[in-house]
């Protein structure tokens, strides 16, 4: 073991040996000097005792001149062994009397250390002074004292010392130790803590300090264990705190108001686009912020740090991608009484929920479809905008428009077709508006334009007139070329309802008038109109009654003449529904909404079987050679068994194919021509005619109608009525009964209402006509006494 001058084992066995030292100095000195003085006090004692005892005596004598009696008490005194001299002076005497065990004069005596005691010796009677005694008292004992007090200290302080460096030993080997643990302890490796252990060899205190030393590295050791797995811990938790930031977007970042220090966390790096460790300031950081933002967020911090406060701001940021992308951030000033002033805050990437959110409130008031306002916002801007007429006392209109015909599109060219057909619709319309009105989509083919400000219904009309002119027009979607028109009703604010919901089924209510009234035109709204929409949800509920149970759904049949020799050849079945309290209803009041409810295929396989059903019955009559022509809409269309189900019918009642004809409408023939080629063609194999209806209506191509498996043309009525007054009418009438025969086909002549009409198609060659001047259409036991009473040259 090194030992320096400052080290406690050398302190503390210099201290002990000096003490030791210093003690046994002071034991000599001390002790010494105490046993001589206590010796030479008991001598005087002794001494005065014997000087008391002779003094009376001596003076009594003396005072008598009594010498022999003076010898006889020294000679008595000499025989105490101690006494080695006695002497008597006094004035009585010639001389002093001296009387000593040894030839010694009283120096010698008193060289040699012995003890010497004078005493004055006064006359008992007078006190006066008689002479004095001198006694020398032996030293001998007091050196055989002193002998044996040297030889018992010497023996103490050589067992003192023993003691002593015994106890030195003792303590330099426990101090040894003690410096063992010490550098032990300067060894210990906290990397390795197992490694340290103290061997324990006594049950002394330096054993019991190894022992607790060993407890404390047990309990150390422990400790490091745990701080290690807390260490653990705590990196795994900051590696998952790292990736729930990265995951959750969430940044954190502390700035330093005073020395301007700025930290930042690895996903506040990610978020800025930056590389992590890139050194950024508190200004480069700002910089970050959009221009829009910057004012707002920089104020909202300044007042923060001025009044210690909390903040939360969301704002967008421009990356230096140009990117831009938002966050919101919450954040609180820390202020300390030593000036100390910092912001502690995190920040969240909120772009995705900024966008999911522009993306719900687009859905939420915007069509998913056409993007035009949806129902919601629609109601929400009507509001708006009824609270401001209302104030400024101004006008606004309401317009509700729907394409006419539009469910054929979806029926015969699919939704995808239809969808792009409303796109572009949707993308029309907006171009006849202004910024101010508002464009919305109800769903389906229902669109509502709201005009606030409107002077007068004027402005509307004007814009319905606009609107109508530009959809008649040929539109391109996708492969189709498409011709299309659209129903405008119209209602106006105050006058036709001082709330939303009150002005758009107002609307609504016109627009149905306008296609009650042919279609392709617009109405504004009055209150003869009625309400047509509850009108129309009360006979939806009794058409499917009435559908469902059969019961109401008529035929009537309106006769064709052949135009060469005047007979009937024909009757074009037509539906009517005799409706229990509105009496009977015609087609155009009720066929529309069986296509929306989804009645149309089992409403027309009625109408289908009844004509079979009736066909026979007049064969039975012997009425026969009669054809009837029945109408298929875009729906029965695609319905997979309607050719199964004509097909049995005419084998259930026995009609013969060559009986029926069935009649498509031009558009419906021309929307998907694919399917129409495969469906006539199986009509087609079963023996059926195929009659294409309203012709000269539609945009047929004449390279399609080649194609087509048809024997009869149908005029529309729309040309046969003015064809007497019009040139125009009349060179398209002809150029279609010419076009018809040059292509194989029949043509039957609609619309026929006086006898020039008649007279004329004769003429053109014509081959069968049908009209009002012939015949109505009439129920069929009518039909029956008609034929039975018809004179051929009528």
Same mark, same amino acid.
């Given at each position: 073991?090194?030992?320096?001058?400052?080290?406690?084992?050398?302190?503390?066995?210099?201290?002990?040996?000096?003490?030791?030292?210093?003690?046994?100095?002071?034991?000599?000195?001390?002790?010494?000097?105490?046993?001589?003085?206590?010796?030479?006090?008991?001598?005087?004692?002794?001494?005065?005792?014997?000087?008391?005892?002779?003094?009376?005596?001596?003076?009594?004598?003396?005072?008598?001149?009594?010498?022999?009696?003076?010898?006889?008490?020294?000679?008595?005194?000499?025989?105490?062994?101690?006494?080695?001299?006695?002497?008597?002076?006094?004035?009585?005497?010639?001389?002093?009397? !001296?009387?000593?065990?040894?030839?010694?004069?009283?120096?010698?005596?008193?060289?040699?250390?012995?003890?010497?005691?004078?005493?004055?010796?006064?006359?008992?009677?007078?006190?006066?002074?008689?002479?004095?005694? +001198?006694?020398?008292?032996?030293?001998?004992?007091?050196?055989?004292?002193?002998?044996?007090?040297?030889?018992?200290?010497?023996?103490?302080?050589?067992?003192?010392?023993?003691?002593?460096?015994?106890?030195?030993?003792?303590?330099?080997?426990?101090?040894?130790?003690?410096?063992?643990?010490?550098?032990?302890?300067?060894?210990?490796?906290?990397?390795?803590?197992?490694?340290?252990?103290?061997?324990?060899?006594?049950?002394?205190?330096?054993?019991?300090?190894?022992?607790?030393?060993?407890?404390?590295?047990?309990?150390?050791?422990?400790?490091?264990?745990?701080?290690?797995?807390?260490?653990?811990?705590?990196?795994?938790?900051?590696? %998952?705190?790292?990736?729930?930031?990265?995951?959750?977007?969430?940044?954190?970042?502390?700035?330093?108001?005073?020395?301007?220090?700025?930290?930042?966390?690895?996903?506040?790096?990610?978020?800025?686009?930056?590389?992590?460790? +890139?050194?950024?300031?508190?200004?480069?950081?700002?910089?970050?912020?959009?221009?829009?933002?910057?004012?707002?967020?920089?104020?909202?911090?300044?007042?923060?740090?001025?009044?210690?406060?909390?903040?939360?701001?969301?704002?967008?940021?421009?990356?230096?991608?140009?990117?831009?992308?938002?966050?919101?951030?919450?954040?609180?000033?820390?202020?300390?009484?030593?000036?100390?002033?910092?912001?502690?805050?995190?920040?969240?990437?909120?772009?995705?929920?900024?966008?999911?959110?522009? +993306?719900?409130?687009?859905?939420?008031?915007?069509?998913?479809?056409?993007? !035009?306002?949806?129902?919601?916002?629609?109601?929400?801007?009507?509001?708006?905008?009824?609270?401001?007429?209302?104030?400024?006392?101004?006008?606004?209109?309401?317009?509700?428009?729907?394409?006419?015909?539009?469910?054929?599109?979806?029926?015969?060219?699919?939704?995808?077709?239809?969808?792009?057909?409303?796109?572009?619709?949707?993308?029309?319309?907006?171009?006849?508006?202004?910024?101010?009105?508002?464009?919305?989509?109800?769903? *389906?083919?229902?669109?509502?334009?709201?005009?606030?400000?409107?002077?007068?219904?004027?402005?509307?009309?004007?814009?319905?007139?606009?609107?109508?002119?530009?959809?008649?027009?040929?539109?391109?979607?996708?492969? &189709?070329?498409?011709?299309? +028109?659209?129903?405008?009703?119209?209602?106006?604010?105050?006058?036709?309802?001082?709330?939303?919901?009150?002005?758009?089924?107002?609307?609504?209510?016109?627009?149905?008038?306008?296609?009650?009234?042919?279609?392709?035109?617009?109405?504004?709204?009055?209150?003869?109109? *009625?309400?047509?929409?509850?009108?129309?949800? %009360?006979?939806?509920?009794?058409?499917?009654?009435?559908?469902? &149970?059969?019961?109401?759904?008529?035929?009537?049949?309106?006769?064709?003449?052949?135009?060469?020799?005047?007979?009937?050849?024909?009757?074009?079945?037509?539906?009517?529904?005799?409706?229990?309290?509105?009496?009977?209803?015609?087609?155009?009041?009720?066929?529309?909404?069986?296509?929306?409810?989804?009645?149309?295929?089992?409403?027309?396989?009625?109408?289908?079987?009844?004509?079979?059903?009736?066909?026979?019955?007049?064969?039975?009559?012997?009425?026969? *050679?009669?054809?009837?022509?029945?109408?298929?809409?875009?729906?029965?269309?695609?319905?997979?068994?309607?050719?199964?189900?004509?097909?049995?019918?005419?084998?259930?009642?026995?009609?013969?194919?060559?009986?029926?004809?069935?009649?498509?409408?031009?558009?419906?023939?021309?929307?998907?021509?694919?399917?129409?080629?495969?469906?006539?063609?199986?009509?087609?194999?079963?023996?059926?005619?195929?009659?294409?209806?309203?012709? *000269?209506?539609?945009?047929?191509?004449?390279?399609?109608?080649?194609?087509?498996?048809?024997?009869?043309?149908?005029?529309?009525?729309?040309?046969?009525?003015?064809?007497?007054?019009?040139?125009?009418?009349?060179?398209?009438?002809?150029?279609?009964?010419?076009?018809?025969?040059?292509?194989?086909?029949?043509?039957?002549?609609?619309?026929?209402?006086?006898?020039?009409?008649?007279?004329?198609?004769?003429?053109?060659?014509?081959?069968?006509?049908?009209?009002?001047?012939?015949?109505?259409?009439?129920?069929?036991?009518?039909?029956?006494?008609?034929?039975?009473?018809?004179?051929?040259?009528?």
């Amino acid at each position: 073991m090194k030992i320096s001058f400052t080290s406690l084992t050398f302190k503390t066995l210099s201290l002990l040996f000096m003490s030791s030292i210093i003690f046994i100095i002071f034991i000599v000195v001390i002790a010494k000097e105490s046993f001589f003085q206590g010796y030479t006090y008991l001598i005087k004692e002794d001494l005065s005792s014997i000087e008391e005892k002779i003094s009376p005596d001596i003076a009594m004598n003396l005072s008598y001149g009594l010498t022999s009696d003076l010898k006889r008490i020294a000679t008595a005194q000499l025989k105490h062994k101690k006494i080695l001299l006695l002497k008597i002076d006094s004035v009585t005497l010639e001389k002093p009397m !001296l009387f000593s065990k040894k030839n010694k004069s009283i120096q010698e005596l008193k060289d040699e250390g012995h003890f010497v005691s004078t005493k004055v010796i006064y006359d008992p009677a007078t006190k006066n002074e008689l002479g004095k005694t +001198t006694i020398i008292y032996s030293n001998e004992s007091y050196k055989t004292y002193m002998q044996n007090f040297y030889k018992w200290f010497i023996g103490g302080v050589s067992i003192f010392g023993l003691a002593i460096a015994l106890l030195g030993f003792l303590l330099y080997n426990s101090l040894k130790r003690l410096s063992v643990l010490a550098s032990s302890f300067e060894r210990f490796n906290p990397n390795r803590p197992k490694d340290f252990h103290f061997n324990v060899q006594t049950n002394d205190e330096i054993g019991t300090i190894n022992r607790s030393a060993n407890i404390m590295v047990q309990k150390l050791t422990k400790y490091i264990d745990n701080t290690q797995k807390l260490n653990d811990t705590i990196l795994q938790k900051e590696a %998952h705190l790292k990736e729930a930031q990265r995951i959750a977007k969430v940044g954190s970042w502390e700035y330093n108001v005073i020395d301007g220090s700025l930290l930042l966390s690895d996903e506040v790096y990610r978020i800025l686009g930056v590389k992590f460790g +890139t050194a950024i300031t508190w200004k480069d950081f700002l910089d970050f912020i959009s221009k829009d933002d910057y004012d707002n967020v920089v104020k909202v911090i300044e007042d923060a740090i001025k009044h210690g406060s909390k903040f939360n701001i969301k704002y967008a940021l421009i990356l230096k991608s140009k990117n831009e992308i938002y966050v919101q951030t919450r954040g609180k000033v820390r202020k300390k009484a030593g000036g100390m002033v910092r912001i502690t805050a995190v920040s969240m990437d909120i772009t995705n929920d900024i966008k999911n959110k522009k +993306t719900i409130e687009k859905l939420a008031y915007y069509d998913s479809l056409t993007g !035009l306002a949806n129902r919601t916002l629609l109601k929400d801007r009507m509001h708006k905008a009824i609270q401001y007429a209302k104030r400024e006392q101004t006008n606004l209109a309401v317009m509700f428009l729907d394409l006419d015909h539009f469910k054929l599109i979806n029926d015969t060219l699919g939704h995808s077709v239809g969808d792009d057909m409303l796109i572009h619709i949707a993308e029309i319309l907006k171009i006849h508006i202004r910024e101010s009105d508002t464009l919305s989509r109800l769903g *389906g083919d229902e669109f509502v334009i709201l005009l606030p400000s409107v002077k007068s219904i004027f402005d509307a009309q004007n814009i319905a007139s606009k609107i109508q002119h530009t959809l008649q027009s040929k539109h391109d979607i996708g492969d &189709h070329q498409l011709y299309i +028109t659209s129903s405008i009703g119209v209602s106006l604010y105050p006058d036709h309802g001082d709330n939303s919901e009150e002005l758009i089924r107002n609307a609504d209510t016109a627009m149905y008038e306008a296609k009650n009234s042919g279609r392709n035109n617009y109405r504004i709204y009055s209150q003869s109109m *009625g309400n047509y929409v509850d009108q129309q949800l %009360h006979l939806e509920q009794d058409l499917i009654q009435a559908v469902k &149970h059969k019961a109401g759904i008529e035929v009537f049949y309106q006769a064709k003449i052949d135009s060469e020799n005047n007979f009937i050849s024909g009757a074009e079945a037509l539906a009517r529904w005799r409706h229990p309290t509105n009496g009977l209803i015609f087609p155009d009041q009720f066929i529309h909404i069986a296509e929306s409810t989804g009645l149309m295929i089992e409403l027309g396989n009625i109408i289908i079987e009844e004509s079979i059903f009736q066909l026979q019955e007049w064969n039975k009559l012997g009425l026969v *050679g009669l054809k009837i022509a029945i109408n298929l809409s875009a729906r029965q269309f695609q319905d997979p068994n309607l050719v199964s189900f004509i097909s049995s019918m005419l084998h259930n009642y026995q009609v013969s194919p060559s009986q029926v004809e069935f009649e498509i409408t031009e558009t419906l023939s021309m929307t998907n021509m694919t399917n129409t080629l495969r469906i006539l063609t199986e009509l087609k194999a079963i023996g059926v005619s195929i009659a294409i209806d309203d012709f *000269g209506t539609g945009h047929s191509s004449l390279a399609y109608l080649k194609k087509f498996p048809i024997n009869t043309l149908k005029i529309d009525r729309s040309f046969v009525l003015d064809i007497i007054e019009d040139d125009d009418d009349k060179t398209i009438v002809q150029t279609i009964v010419s076009m018809a025969h040059s292509l194989g086909f029949n043509t039957v002549a609609e619309g026929v209402e006086t006898l020039e009409h008649v007279a004329l198609l004769k003429t053109m060659g014509c081959d069968q006509l049908q009209g009002y001047y012939f015949s109505k259409p009439i129920p069929k036991d009518e039909f029956t006494k008609f034929i039975q009473d018809y004179m051929p040259n009528k």
